[in-house]
C-alpha cells in the first residue's frame, strides 16, 4: 500500500477512521521554521466546515520541533480519533457498499477495516491538512487559494458533489520539468489522490477541445512586467498582479500557467471535480460475501456534500506538490 506522497519533502500518514489515530510522519522540512500553530488550526477548521462528524483534532507533536520551532527532524504527529461510533457499521461486516472502496479493498488485501471506510475515508486527509499546512509556510511568499466554484444539484434524501478551483500565485517560472516531470501532471496526480476526486483539468480545460487555435493561444503583451490578468481560464476582471521584473507575461491564461510541462510565470490555475458522497441517506443494495444483494439503509454520520470541505485539502495537496520542486 503506498502511503508516501513526495521525495524531498517526504509525508507519511497512517491511521484508519475508527482506528485510535490518524497521523502523519514528514521528513524533509526544513530546520529553523517558526510555525504558525494558529494557521494550522484554522486550516484543520476550515476541513471540519459542517462535517456531519465533529472531531476535536487537537494534534499531538511528537518529534521533530522544539518551541514551535522545526529542527531538522522527522516531525511526527499524531490526532486522536474520540468521535466514533464503530457499532453504526456491524451491517457491512460482510456487505459491500455501491460505489465504495469495500470491495476493491476486499479483494486486493483480502481484508479491510469496515469501520467509516477505514483506511479509504476521508478521516485520513486531516494529516495532509497539517503538513499542508506547513508546507504552505515553507514555501512563502507562494501563495495557493481553493474554493468552491460550482455545486452539484441538490435533492432530497440525496447527496451532491461539485467542483474546486485553485490558483496559485507567485509561483516563479520554472518550476517542474518536461516529459514525465511535468507539473501539471504532478499536479492532476495529487488531486487524484483526495477521496472522491474524479476530474482534473488546467486553465480552459476541455473547453480549450472546442476553440479554435487562434483562440486558444496566450498571446504575448507588447512589452514586459505589463498588467497581469487576474483570471480564471478565459474570463479576466480588471484587476492586476504584481510581478517581478522582466517577466513575460500574457494577455490571457488558457493554459493554467503551465507550458511544457513548466510554470510561466502566469497564476497556475486548475479544477478538481469531486464526485457525490456515495453512501446515501437511502437504503441501497449492497452485495454480501456470498454473492447476494442485501437492502440496507447505512448506519454513520454522513455529509450529503463533502465538497465545502474539499478546498483545504487541494491547497494542503497543492502545497505538497509545490515544496517538492522549489526545495
Same mark, same amino acid.
Not at 454480501?288 to 483545504?312: A, K
Given at each position: 500500500?503506498?502511503?508516501?506522497?513526495?521525495?524531498?519533502?517526504?509525508?507519511?500518514?497512517?491511521?484508519?477512521?475508527? +482506528?485510535?489515530?490518524?497521523?502523519?510522519?514528514?521528513?524533509?522540512? *526544513?530546520?529553523?521554521?517558526?510555525?504558525?500553530?494558529?494557521?494550522?488550526?484554522?486550516?484543520?477548521?476550515? @476541513?471540519?466546515?459542517?462535517?456531519? @462528524?465533529?472531531?476535536?483534532?487537537?494534534?499531538?507533536?511528537?518529534?521533530?520541533?522544539?518551541?514551535?520551532?522545526?529542527?531538522?527532524?522527522?516531525?511526527?504527529?499524531?490526532?486522536? #480519533?474520540? #468521535?466514533?461510533?464503530?457499532?453504526?457499521?456491524?451491517?457491512?461486516?460482510?456487505?459491500?457498499?455501491?460505489?465504495?472502496?469495500?470491495?476493491?479493498?476486499?479483494?486486493?488485501? +483480502?481484508?479491510? $477495516?469496515?469501520?467509516?471506510? =477505514?483506511?479509504?475515508?476521508?478521516?485520513?486527509?486531516?494529516?495532509?491538512?497539517?503538513? +499542508?499546512?506547513?508546507?504552505?509556510?515553507?514555501?512563502? *511568499?507562494?501563495?495557493?487559494?481553493?474554493?468552491?466554484?460550482?455545486?452539484?444539484?441538490?435533492?432530497?434524501? $440525496?447527496?451532491?458533489? =461539485?467542483?474546486?478551483?485553485?490558483?496559485?500565485?507567485?509561483?516563479?517560472?520554472?518550476?517542474?520539468?518536461?516529459?514525465?516531470?511535468?507539473?501539471?501532471?504532478?499536479?492532476?496526480?495529487?488531486?487524484?489522490?483526495? *477521496?472522491?476526486?474524479?476530474?482534473?483539468?488546467?486553465?480552459? +480545460?476541455?473547453?480549450?477541445?472546442?476553440?479554435?487555435?487562434?483562440?486558444?493561444? $496566450? @498571446?504575448?503583451?507588447?512589452?514586459?512586467?505589463?498588467?497581469? *490578468? $487576474?483570471?480564471?481560464?478565459?474570463?479576466?476582471?480588471?484587476?492586476?498582479?504584481?510581478?517581478?521584473?522582466?517577466?513575460?507575461?500574457?494577455?490571457?491564461?488558457?493554459?493554467?500557467?503551465?507550458?511544457?510541462?513548466?510554470?510561466?510565470?502566469?497564476?497556475?490555475?486548475?479544477?478538481?471535480?469531486?464526485?457525490?458522497?456515495?453512501?446515501?441517506?437511502?437504503?441501497?443494495?449492497?452485495?454480501?460475501?456470498?454473492?447476494?444483494?442485501?437492502?440496507?439503509?447505512?448506519?454513520?454520520?454522513?455529509?450529503?456534500?463533502?465538497?465545502?470541505?474539499?478546498?483545504?485539502?487541494?491547497?494542503?495537496?497543492?502545497?505538497?506538490?509545490?515544496?517538492?520542486?522549489?526545495?
Amino acid at each position: 500500500m503506498s502511503n508516501t506522497f513526495g521525495d524531498r519533502f517526504r509525508l507519511t500518514t497512517y491511521g484508519e477512521s475508527h +482506528g485510535l489515530a490518524v497521523g502523519g510522519i514528514i521528513d524533509g522540512c *526544513p530546520s529553523k521554521l517558526a510555525l504558525n500553530m494558529e494557521a494550522i488550526r484554522a486550516d484543520l477548521a476550515r @476541513r471540519r466546515n459542517g462535517a456531519a @462528524r465533529q472531531e476535536e483534532d487537537a494534534i499531538e507533536w511528537l518529534s521533530g520541533i522544539k518551541d514551535g520551532i522545526t529542527i531538522g527532524t522527522p516531525i511526527a504527529f499524531c490526532i486522536r #480519533n474520540k #468521535n466514533i461510533r464503530s457499532e453504526d457499521y456491524d451491517a457491512l461486516v460482510d456487505a459491500f457498499r455501491p460505489g465504495y472502496a469495500d470491495y476493491s479493498y476486499q479483494q486486493k488485501y +483480502g481484508i479491510r $477495516d469496515h469501520r467509516g471506510g =477505514g483506511r479509504a475515508s476521508a478521516r485520513e486527509t486531516v494529516a495532509r491538512v497539517v503538513a +499542508g499546512a506547513i508546507a504552505k509556510q515553507v514555501i512563502a *511568499p507562494v501563495e495557493i487559494h481553493a474554493e468552491v466554484s460550482e455545486l452539484g444539484p441538490e435533492a432530497e434524501n $440525496d447527496t451532491r458533489g =461539485g467542483i474546486v478551483s485553485c490558483r496559485i500565485t507567485g509561483l516563479p517560472v520554472g518550476v517542474g520539468a518536461p516529459v514525465f516531470g511535468k507539473l501539471n501532471a504532478q499536479l492532476a496526480q495529487a488531486m487524484m489522490t483526495i *477521496p472522491s476526486a474524479i476530474g482534473f483539468e488546467m486553465g480552459c +480545460g476541455f473547453e480549450a477541445a472546442r476553440m479554435k487555435g487562434s483562440e486558444y493561444i $496566450d @498571446r504575448w503583451n507588447n512589452c514586459l512586467n505589463a498588467s497581469m *490578468p $487576474d483570471c480564471l481560464s478565459k474570463d479576466a476582471p480588471n484587476q492586476t498582479i504584481k510581478q517581478s521584473n522582466n517577466q513575460a507575461i500574457t494577455k490571457t491564461n488558457h493554459c493554467g500557467g503551465i507550458q511544457g510541462g513548466i510554470s510561466n510565470g502566469m497564476p497556475v490555475e486548475f479544477r478538481v471535480a469531486f464526485h457525490p458522497v456515495v453512501t446515501l441517506p437511502q437504503p441501497v443494495e449492497c452485495l454480501t460475501e456470498s454473492g447476494e444483494l442485501r437492502t440496507l439503509i447505512i448506519g454513520g454520520r454522513h455529509d450529503r456534500s463533502h465538497v465545502l470541505r474539499t478546498p483545504v485539502i487541494v491547497e494542503a495537496m497543492t502545497a505538497l506538490c509545490l515544496i517538492n520542486n522549489l526545495l
